[in-house]
């Protein structure tokens, strides 16, 4: 009974009330409470950005040092957990790895689950913060049959993932301050989105009392899917494919705007932006500097630039407001890293797991939360009656 109206795809209807990212999307403005994220991204680390989103000020440099130290002390994994991994199959998609990883992950600490309680919300936080990236790096080593290395937790949180990920057993692990540098900008961008489709996941899910771990393993299936965080490895195929068709670059969009079945321009348009996406433009500089302090030559780059270029200049974009979102030029920077593109959107993961955190803390700590609980338009049948066989 009564009057509901239909929002397909929520893209009128608030479910949250949030003090933790702002976003003008047709100006192409994005803050973390408060701060313009060119800012963030210029000054500041993974973790302090971390718990500038969870705890809605900048730490001090005491409070930065012990939540770092925090962090390192809960990198390891339990050794059953490791054990975990032998239970997949090498060709699995490190993101299917991550989520279910991250929902065992919850039952080795099921006496401290409490949502209520703030000291165990707390300690949800960090062994969360502190075991995705080692979760992360693990399903990346299962793809290559290469042995998990344990954390070195001398490292820093950034260097520490890279030597998880491309260190051996047989060799010494040397940092790259190169790939330090260039991956804790992009884990920055990618740190929170307001209420995108994985963060509205761990919202809702959240809403019903169940705990962080699994909460977050739902936003991490939630942002598997090509429209969301799969972008990015679908756009370095979409790169790939132009290159290997040889159809050229003109073609592939003439192919998309006539809504040809399956043709797409991944890593444009987004569902806020209807400007450049300020994370885009960074994203953008950053590839050409790192490819180059890199010594990286890459075709796809100049592919992604031609590409960029064409559909900007193009009616049929324009006309839609559509844009590169974050996701058009990562790939190619992830590529240039070492990461294989299935890695990529297991990367994006990690960068958003402290968004996912804030927002499940936000909303457990409000005390006007409901459960989610939309309605819908029933289209069905009316009362009929079950025939006499
Ligand atoms: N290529 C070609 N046409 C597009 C694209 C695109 N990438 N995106 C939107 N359109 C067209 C769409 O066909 C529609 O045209 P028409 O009015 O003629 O039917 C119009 O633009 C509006 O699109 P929409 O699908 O109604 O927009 P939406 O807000 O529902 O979808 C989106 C947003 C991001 C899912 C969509 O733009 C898209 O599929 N982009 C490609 C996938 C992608 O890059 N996703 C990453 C999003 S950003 C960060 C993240 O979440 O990871």
Redesign the pocket.
């Known amino acids: 009974t009564g009057f509901t109206t239909l929002d397909n795809?929520f893209v009128n209807t608030s479910t949250a009330r949030s003090k933790i990212t702002y976003i003008d999307g047709d100006q192409g403005i994005l803050r973390y409470r408060g701060y313009p994220i060119e800012q963030i991204a210029e000054n500041s680390t993974y973790l302090e950005t971390a718990w500038l989103l969870i705890y809605g000020e900048l730490p001090t440099a005491d409070e930065l040092a012990g939540f770092d130290a925090r962090i390192r002390r809960h990198t390891l994994l339990h050794e059953d957990l490791r054990r975990f991994f032998d239970a997949l199959p090498h060709s699995a998609h490190p993101m299917s790895v991550l989520s279910s990883a991250v929902g065992a992950l919850g039952t080795f600490y099921e006496g401290s689950m409490s949502t209520s309680d703030p000291e165990q919300v707390e300690l949800q936080t960090i062994r969360l913060l502190a075991k995705l990236p080692v979760i992360a790096a693990y399903a990346h080593k299962k793809s290559l049959g290469q042995a998990f290395l344990y954390p070195d937790n001398s490292l820093s949180f950034v260097d520490n993932f890279l030597k998880l990920n491309f260190g051996t057993m047989a060799e010494p692990y040397e940092v790259n301050p190169v790939l330090s540098k260039a991956l804790e900008r992009l884990l920055i961008l990618h740190e929170d989105h307001e209420q995108?489709a994985s963060t509205s996941t761990v919202r809702l899910v959240g809403s019903t009392q169940a705990n962080m771990f699994s909460s977050i393993s739902a936003g991490i299936s939630a942002l598997y899917g090509?429209?969301?965080?799969g972008?990015n490895e679908a756009v370095l195929s979409m790169l790939a494919d132009i290159k290997n068709s040889g159809q050229g670059v003109e073609r592939f969009v003439e192919r998309?705007k006539n809504?040809e079945e399956g043709v797409?321009?991944?890593?444009?348009?987004?569902?806020v932006y209807k400007n450049y996406d300020p994370r885009a433009k960074l994203v953008k500089e950053s590839a050409n500097e790192v490819l180059s302090a890199l010594g990286v030559k890459d075709d796809l780059l100049d592919i992604a630039m031609e590409l960029e270029g064409i559909a900007l200049a193009d009616d049929y974009f324009a006309e839609?407001k559509?844009y590169p979102?974050?996701?058009f030029y990562t790939g190619v920077i992830y590529k240039a890293m070492g990461f294989p593109p299935r890695m990529f959107t297991v990367l994006?993961a990690i960068g958003r797991l402290p968004g996912w955190i804030a927002h499940w803390r936000e909303m457990n700590a409000d005390a006007t939360t409901k459960i989610g609980r939309p309605q819908q338009l029933y289209l069905g049948s009316t009362q009929r009656d079950w025939p006499q066989r």
């Open positions: 795809g995108n090509p429209l969301h965080g972008a998309v809504k797409k321009l991944m890593g444009f348009g987004h569902r839609r559509l979102n974050v996701d994006f």
